[in-house]
């Protein structure tokens, strides 16, 4: 659990980040948006005090984040950097062992870590292990910086737009991967973005900022159905909302009793790409199968269109 | 098939015919000091030995002419060379008069000319063979031991560059050594002041611009001013610190010269360091302070290995700055080959200058080969990239 | 206050140094504690006025013509027709540069004799580097899309290099011909060793007899003059710079 209460940041007179107040429940994903210059990075490397707050305490697990020097803080908390920030003078495994290094683990616990995460993210070891950063690609490179972030196996993870460089598949690739890490490990993430898509589809909570000032922190389906300003509201985009509530169900909380023709549609694929298929092939219904291949039913462009409308 | 004709090789055939047919090859001298008599390459050298050479620099100047394969050009230039060397040398036994003791004879601008030729052919020939570091260190040391065994075998014996130094080789090799440990002694000052200094510069601003112009102002003065001018304070260290006169501190001399040198030496470190921290990537030092590095793992880890390569650029810009510079000491009194290039100028014995100077280029130039090799050996690894 | 402050000093050394090289005899008591047994406090073999001319007048020819030379051969060598040449010179600069001013003064001696032109030949190949390489930089690292650009417009390559390349490159340039001059007015004090005119003449006086005076002031212009030349020069540079666009550093 991380609880941010009134966190100030001020550089001379200008305020960045202004009174902020949250609490990040653990083993969940915070997704923190807002326009460039919003503040976001301040607020992220106040966690781990990479920047020192003017005012307000920040407590991890209960505990305030200044009981301890900062550099012993920093390495029980795993930190990925906007654009990768890999050592450019040090292997990929040298990278991925950074902090276990400075934790002085043993040689062979280090070996078997990095070894683990290159596995986890489709790294072969051998192949990749001692090259050199410049000499893998954009989504290789921002693999290897998730992976050293996760290295010594923190309890927290804060993400500062990790995948903002990457090309939208690689992207999508990304952040499943983290989705499926997430889950495995209960790490508590924190992560920036500017991509309202990102948030929604990552967070399970999501805080938007302004010009340093935290203007809404709520649930996704909140956001999009009761956003708190004309600003969030900009952010969200009018014209996407309908799409991006879909986003959030899956198909097998959408469907009807009945049958329909045609190729079926995974019962967990999301509500927005089945409406989407629908359009498409302009058919009125497609049918939806679950896990073991099993017909469940199917789901209809009117029922969709009902879901996409404003909650109550 | 049509001839092709190389553009250099163009340059290099021009400059090899006009030296080995219109300029003198050896100038014969009665004695050290008279004007010299021009000899051309077929009077300098016994009948058939003068034909053979003007057949391999013919040949030679052919084949740099010609579009021609880079091995045939690489040996071309070898062989020129190697025949350039050693005849140089049977040219100045042969022009010698038997039982003579104070002609001289030294290579003239033919010689020079064909040297400059050859070896401009070899270097594009290197050049266009991209060798590795190491080969590159391996061709010096090649060439090196080439002409260390030219040297020992006597060939050259005759040359007046060499019956100059048969008459100083005592103060050759004492000179010698205290240009090296000038240049060297007062860069390893340099570096060990230097490059803290250029990590304080780095991590104060406030102190930055401020050193960096004092450093700036201290490289405009003039050589032999600096020297000059810190003859007075070395004196008066000298005389009222107990002890420093026994470490042989002396206002003039060699003190003087090596703090000159020194205070030379400190931009180039402190400025590459500056400039070499500076071009840590943000984000690498980023990352090093949020994997929760120390500041003292994040210099050794981080920024000093990345700032390595360009540091090592500015200690051979000083090495090599050095080297030259030491030559200046000898007007102080501070020794070095610099004695015998201001002694040959006063007694207008070119013959003395050059054994003063061309063993200052030779240094110069493996001390810029060596360290490039190594800057090169350093940075591909570390190569930083530009995103 | 602060930004004012660098102007004024500097106008305060050229008004010193005018003031000492036209009026030295103004300044000796200052420098008669430097000098011992009754010498002359004021170099007095000659004019430090001539000789600061002098001086001034070799670096300028140097120059000059290191400039020209060196700015041909980097632009001959980014053509097309010398491309061949490109990797040689840039060895050869690397070379060329392993060879201290000392030896080069001395060895132009015996071709060319005592004076002035040793010292000329000297300056000119040892300015001749740093031009040469910053001209090649220039040159070789315009931005491509402008480059691009500029054949995209239809120019030819004469229009290419007159209106683009030369422009965009000259701050380079000018950040060679900047660093050739300092080493030049530093150098051009050697030359005094080979009997050349400039401010050497009075250092080398005063190492001979022992005269602390003689080579503090001679010393002391050349600095001037260096620090004079360098700032004028960098402000120089600045401005084209913003011209061209560039962000100075
Ligand atoms: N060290 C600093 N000194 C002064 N201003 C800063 C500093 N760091 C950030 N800022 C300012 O704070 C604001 C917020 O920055 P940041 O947190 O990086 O925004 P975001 O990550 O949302 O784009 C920006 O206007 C930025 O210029
Ligand atoms: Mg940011």
New binding site residues.
């Given amino acids: 659990m991380i609880e941010i209460e009134g966190i100030t940041k001020r ?1 001379d007179e ?1 305020t ?1 980040v202004d009174d902020v107040s949250m609490v990040i429940e653990p083993r969940t994903i915070a997704v923190i948006v ?1 326009t ?7 607020l992220l490397r106040m966690i781990n005090r990479l920047v020192e707050p003017t005012a307000g305490i920040i407590k991890l697990d209960g505990k305030d984040n200044r009981s301890l020097p900062g550099y012993e803080l920093r390495r029980s908390i795993g930190y990925a950097i906007q654009g990768h920030g890999l050592f450019p003078h040090r292997t990929v495994a040298q990278n991925i062992a950074t902090v276990p290094v400075l934790l002085g683990w043993d040689k062979a616990r280090i070996k078997a870590r990095v070894d683990e995460l290159m596995t986890l993210y489709q790294l072969d070891p051998e192949a990749y292990g001692p090259r050199y950063p410049h000499e893998l690609s954009g989504g290789q490179q921002q693999r290897v910086g998730v992976a050293r972030a996760l290295a010594a196996e923190p309890n927290v993870l804060l993400m500062d737009e990790p995948f903002g460089a990457l090309d939208p598949i690689i992207r999508n690739k990304a952040q499943e991967d983290l989705l499926a890490i997430q889950k495995r490990f209960g790490t508590t993430i924190i992560l ?1 973005t500017h991509d309202m898509e990102e948030a929604v589809h990552m967070g399970d909570k999501i805080a938007v900022m302004d010009a340093g000032k935290l203007v809404q922190y709520a649930k996704p389906a909140e956001i999009l159905a009761k956003p708190a300003s004309a600003f969030v509201e900009t952010l969200v985009g009018a014209s996407e909302k309908p799409f991006r509530l879909l986003s959030l169900g899956r198909v097998s909380d959408a469907v009807e009793k009945g049958t329909a023709e045609g190729e079926a549609i995974p019962g967990d694929a999301s509500q927005r790409d089945a409406l989407a298929e629908l359009l498409w092939s302009g058919r009125p219904a497609l049918p939806v199968k679950g896990e073991d291949g099993k017909p469940l039913g199917r789901v209809t462009v009117d029922g969709l269109v009902k879901r996409a409308a404003r909650p109550a | 098939m049509t001839i092709r004709f190389d553009k250099l090789g163009v340059v290099i055939a021009a400059i090899a015919a006009y030296a080995a047919l219109v300029a003198p090859f050896a100038t014969f001298r009665a004695n050290r000091i008279v004007p010299g008599e021009a000899r051309s390459v077929l009077e300098a050298l016994p009948t058939a030995v003068g034909p053979l050479l003007l057949a391999i620099v013919i040949v030679g100047a052919l084949i740099a002419l010609l579009k021609t394969p880079l091995v045939l050009r690489l040996a071309a230039s070898v062989v020129a060379l190697i025949a350039l060397a050693i005849l140089i040398g049977i040219a100045g036994s042969f022009l010698t008069p038997a039982g003579n003791t104070f002609a001289r004879i030294s290579p003239a601008s033919g010689f020079w000319l064909l040297i400059f030729a050859f070896t401009l052919l070899l270097a594009d020939v290197l050049t266009r063979l991209n060798l590795s570091p190491w080969a590159r260190v391996g061709v010096l040391v090649v060439a090196a031991l080439a002409i260390g065994l030219l040297l020992i075998s006597g060939q050259w014996n005759s040359l007046s560059i060499l019956k100059e130094y048969a008459n100083r080789a005592d103060s050759f090799w004492a000179e010698g050594s205290k240009h090296v440990t000038l240049a060297l002694g007062s860069l390893a000052a340099a570096v060990i002041v230097g490059l803290p200094l250029g990590i304080l510069c780095h991590r104060v601003e406030k102190l930055r611009a401020g050193v960096l112009n004092v450093l700036n102002i201290i490289q405009t003065i003039p050589s032999i001013a600096l020297f000059g001018l810190l003859i007075a304070p070395l004196g008066w260290v000298a005389a009222h610190v107990p002890g420093a006169a026994a470490l042989g501190i002396r206002g003039i001399g060699t003190a003087p010269a090596f703090v000159a040198l020194f205070l030379y030496s400190l931009l180039p470190v402190v400025a590459n360091t500056v400039v070499g921290l500076a071009g840590v990537p943000r984000a690498a030092n980023d990352a090093a302070r949020g994997m929760g590095m120390t500041d003292r793992q994040r210099l050794f880890g981080v920024e000093f290995p990345l700032a390595f390569p360009v540091i090592l650029t500015g200690i051979r810009i000083v090495l090599v700055q050095n080297i030259g510079l030491a030559t200046i000491a000898a007007l102080i009194g501070g020794g070095g080959f610099g004695v015998f290039v201001f002694q040959g100028v006063g007694q207008t014995a070119m013959d003395l200058v050059l054994l003063g100077a061309v063993p200052t280029v030779a240094l110069a130039f493996a001390a810029a080969i060596i360290l490039d090799a190594v800057i090169e050996m350093t940075a591909t690894k570390r190569r930083v990239e530009t995103a | 206050m602060k930004a004012w402050l660098p102007s004024l000093l500097r106008l305060l050394l050229v008004v010193l140094l005018v003031a000492f090289v036209t009026n030295p005899g103004w300044f000796q008591p200052l420098l008669k504690p430097l000098t011992e047994n009754g010498a002359p406090a004021i170099y007095n073999q000659g004019s430090l006025l001539t000789l600061t001319f002098l001086h001034l007048r070799t670096v300028l020819i140097a120059t000059v013509a290191a400039t020209i030379v060196a700015v041909a051969l980097a632009i001959l060598v980014t053509r097309p027709a010398g491309a061949e040449f490109l990797p040689l010179s840039r060895s050869l600069v690397n070379i060329g540069q392993t060879f201290p001013p000392v030896a080069v003064l001395a060895l132009a001696v015996p071709a060319v004799g005592f004076g002035e032109k040793p010292t000329l030949i000297a300056l000119f190949l040892y300015g001749l580097l740093p031009i040469f390489e910053n001209a090649l930089t220039g040159l070789t690292t315009l931005p491509a899309n402008v480059m691009e650009a500029a054949r995209g417009a239809g120019m030819t390559g004469w229009q290419r290099l007159t209106k683009v390349e030369l422009p965009l490159s000259a701050p380079i340039i000018l950040g060679g011909i900047r660093l050739s001059v300092v080493i030049s007015l530093a150098t051009a004090t050697i030359g005094s060793t080979v009997a050349a005119k400039t401010l050497g003449e009075v250092i080398i006086a005063g190492l001979l007899s022992n005269n602390l005076a003689f080579v503090l002031q001679g010393g002391l212009i050349v600095a001037a003059l260096a620090v004079l030349i360098y700032d004028g020069l960098s402000a120089i540079e600045r401005y084209t710079a913003r011209r061209m666009g560039q962000e100075t550093a």
């Fill in positions: 550089y200008t960045v807002g460039s210059g919003s503040g976001k990075t301040t920036v």
